[in-house]
């Protein structure tokens, strides 16, 4: 096993709901509660779930942009919930992220010189001109060319201001790169140049990326390891291959259920959920209403995360019993 580079100990962000006529309790939307995983350098961790189930809300507050409300994130063993808002900024150089929608993170006034220069004028990094030869040798790195620096974001494809977004989280040098759903704008066939590009500069640039995406067929070629959220909690992890070929939670085993396999051999599990995503219940295991196997014991009792085989945790009262 590689060197750990980022652990994440029972994190929580807890957001106020707003009090209603019927209900004048104040209560807490829990967007993210007692997540814990651990990221290995050069890997690619995989974070699937539906939207709403605090992948991304996970991903902004390991960047810092979101404050937990509770927990640990520790990055190359410095604990980051503690830093103060300089002390984390500097960190910043080390993490980066992509955005789903490279459009609305591009400043449509600046030149793409002037986007992707300004990360190194706010960590210092090099004389004027050795930023713009930067700037121009990212430009071709992820497949553009250096006279794009003088043009404006709304002169380009989607397809290109994503590689412009992967330029400008590059241009620090950083260790973890967080991507949220980074094609998921994008007609399949440019998402694919996208996942492609990314894959091959992290054997170039020895990357580490958390990979965040709606689905489990995005990140599968992509991922070492995958992690399946719902509702807020980490309901399976485990190796890419373990998870794909023997997925140990009934929703991981709905999610699989859709993604399109191309070989005819496979059979796959066809599991209906009941109903629709809803808020966390009050008690037991979040997924208990649409569950088809839930059970008494799961209706009361929160499942805990547990390895049940090497490298693969889940968090289902009936792991077990699941298995055909
Ligand atoms: Fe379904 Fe029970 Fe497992 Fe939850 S703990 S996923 S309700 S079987």
Redesign the pocket.
């Known amino acids: 096993m590689t060197d750990l580079l980022l652990k994440v100990s029972n994190l929580k962000k807890y957001f106020p709901k707003k009090k209603t006529i019927l209900s004048k309790r104040k209560s807490e939307v829990k967007a993210v509660d007692d997540v814990s995983f651990e990221v290995y350098e050069g890997e690619t961790l995989g974070i699937v779930g539906e939207s709403g189930c605090g992948k991304s809300t996970t991903g902004r507050m390991i960047m810092g942009l979101l404050e937990p409300t509770d927990g640990s994130i520790a990055f190359n063993g410095i604990e980051l919930t503690t830093l103060s808002k300089s002390e984390m900024r500097k960190i910043r150089r080390d993490i980066q992220m992509v955005f789903q929608d490279p459009y609305a993170s591009l400043n449509p006034r600046h030149t793409i010189e002037k986007i992707l220069e300004e990360p190194l004028i706010v960590h210092g990094i090099g004389s004027k001109s050795a930023r713009r030869d930067l700037v121009k040798e990212f430009l071709e790195i992820v497949g553009l060319n250096a006279y794009h620096g003088k043009r404006y974001p709304h002169q380009f494809s989607g397809g290109q201001r994503q590689r412009i977004g992967i330029a400008r989280a590059l241009m620090t040098n950083p260790k973890l790169i967080i991507a949220d759903e980074p094609g998921s704008a994008l007609d399949v066939s440019i998402q694919a140049q996208v996942l492609n590009l990314m894959k091959r500069l992290q054997d170039e640039f020895k990357l580490t990326y958390i990979f965040i995406a709606h689905d489990l067929g995005v990140v599968r070629h992509i991922s070492d390891r995958v992690g399946v959220m719902y509702l807020g909690k980490l309901?399976e992890i485990g190796d890419a291959e373990s998870l794909y070929e023997e997925p140990l939670?009934?929703?991981t085993k709905v999610l699989l259920s859709s993604v399109p396999i191309p070989d005819p051999t496979y059979k796959k599990e066809s599991l209906l959920m009941r109903g629709d995503l809803e808020s966390t219940p009050e008690a037991?295991?979040?997924?208990?209403p649409?569950?088809?196997?839930?059970?008494l014991?799961?209706?009361m009792?929160v499942?805990e995360l547990k390895e049940v085989k090497p490298g693969h945790s889940?968090?289902?009262?009936?792991?077990d019993?699941?298995q055909q």
């Open positions: 309901v939670h009934p929703y037991g295991c979040a997924f208990h649409r569950c088809p196997y839930a059970t014991t799961c209706k009792t499942p889940v968090a289902c009262h009936l792991f019993e699941t």
